[in-house]
C-alpha cells in the first residue's frame, strides 16, 4: 500500500508570499492529484498530474516520478487560498491514497 | 452537467438505525467513489466502482457498510445498523478513469449518529 506524506501539516504565511506545499509517495503510480477543501467542506480536484508540470492562474503543480515527490505552489498568494490541501496517489488496485493534508492559512 | 449530486447533505439518526446515502454520478463517467472524512482520519477510500462493478471494497469498515451501484448513474452507500463512530463526511466522487481520471467530488453528506 502506498504510503503519501505531506508537508508542511500547517503553513501560516503572509499575503503575497509564494507557498510550497510538499507530497511524497513510496510506491509508484499511475497519477497524483492535488485536491482542496475549503472550511465550508467541499472538495475542488486543481490538478491531476502523470509527469512534468501543470499551471493553472497562480497554482503550479509539478511532479517528479524518480524521486516520487510532487509540489503545489501558489504564487502571489492571497486569503481566499486558505484550505486544506491534500495530495492524492493513484496506481495499483488500491484506488487512491490520501495524504492527510496541509492546513493553510493566509494572513492579510 | 449538475456535477456529482448527493443526498442527503446532511442526516441525524440515532444508533441502530439504517442509513442510506446517495450519489449521482457525472453523465459518462465509469468510475465511482466512495470516501469517509472524519477529524481523526482524514480522507479515507471505501469502496469504488468500474463499470458498475465494484472493483475494491476494501476500505469499507465492516459488514454494517454494503454499496451498490445499479447502474451507471446511481449509487448508494448503506449503514445498517449505524453506530456513532460513522458520524463523519461521507464524499462521492466520479472521473473517467478509475486510475487516470481527473476526480469530481459531490459536496458531501454529513452524518450524526447520536
Known amino acids: 500500500k502506498n504510503e503519501v506524506e505531506q508537508s508542511p501539516q500547517n503553513l501560516t504565511a503572509q499575503e503575497g508570499e509564494f507557498i510550497t506545499i510538499n507530497c511524497s509517495y513510496s510506491v509508484g503510480i499511475s497519477a497524483l492529484h492535488w485536491l482542496q477543501q475549503h472550511p465550508g467542506g467541499g472538495i475542488v480536484s486543481l490538478f491531476m498530474?502523470?509527469?512534468g508540470k501543470k499551471k493553472h492562474g497562480r497554482l503550479i503543480a509539478t511532479i517528479n516520478i524518480q524521486e516520487k515527490h510532487s509540489s503545489l505552489h501558489i504564487t502571489a498568494s492571497h486569503p481566499r487560498d486558505s484550505a486544506v490541501y491534500i495530495c492524492?496517489?493513484?496506481?495499483?488496485?488500491?484506488?487512491?491514497?490520501f495524504g492527510k493534508g496541509t492546513h493553510l492559512i493566509i494572513q492579510p | 452537467d449538475a456535477g456529482v449530486i448527493q443526498s442527503p447533505r446532511h442526516e441525524v439518526t440515532e444508533m441502530g438505525q439504517e442509513v442510506t446515502l446517495r450519489c449521482k454520478p457525472i453523465?459518462?463517467?465509469?468510475?465511482l467513489f466512495w470516501y469517509r472524512q472524519t477529524m481523526m482520519r482524514g480522507l479515507e477510500l471505501l469502496i469504488y466502482?468500474?463499470?458498475?462493478?465494484?472493483?475494491?471494497d476494501s476500505g469499507m469498515p465492516e459488514d454494517r457498510f454494503s454499496a451498490k451501484m445499479p447502474n451507471a448513474s446511481f449509487s448508494t452507500l448503506k449503514i445498517q445498523p449505524s453506530e456513532p463512530r460513522d458520524s463523519a463526511v461521507y464524499f462521492c466522487a466520479s472521473s473517467l478513469g478509475w486510475n487516470t481520471g481527473e476526480l469530481f467530488f459531490g459536496e458531501g453528506s454529513r452524518l450524526t449518529v447520536l
Open positions: 466502482f468500474n463499470n458498475n462493478v465494484p472493483i475494491d
Open positions: 498530474l502523470s509527469s
Open positions: 492524492a496517489v493513484a496506481g495499483g488496485a488500491d484506488g487512491l491514497t
Open positions: 453523465s459518462g463517467h465509469n468510475s
